[in-house]
């Protein structure tokens, strides 16, 4: 049971993550900046927002 709670955990980190990247990078776009990223910092991003998301809910 613990693996399916923290398999769960990890895809919703996951989801949210990309959620909050796009709505940063749109929110961005809105204000007049253009941020474009290669798919490695791409990758860097979106992991290190997962384990803050992640982070986030253990509390």
Do not use: P, Q, R
């Not at 490695?40 to 998301?53: D, H, K, N, P, R």
């Amino acid at each position: 049971m613990k693996y399916v709670k923290g398999l769960i955990n990890l895809l919703v980190s996951l989801i949210v993550s990309t959620i909050i990247i796009y709505a940063i990078n749109i929110a961005a776009g809105f204000a007049g900046a253009d941020y474009t990223f290669s798919h490695g910092e791409t990758f860097v991003i979106w992991i290190l927002m997962a384990i803050l998301v992640n982070n986030c809910f253990n509390k």
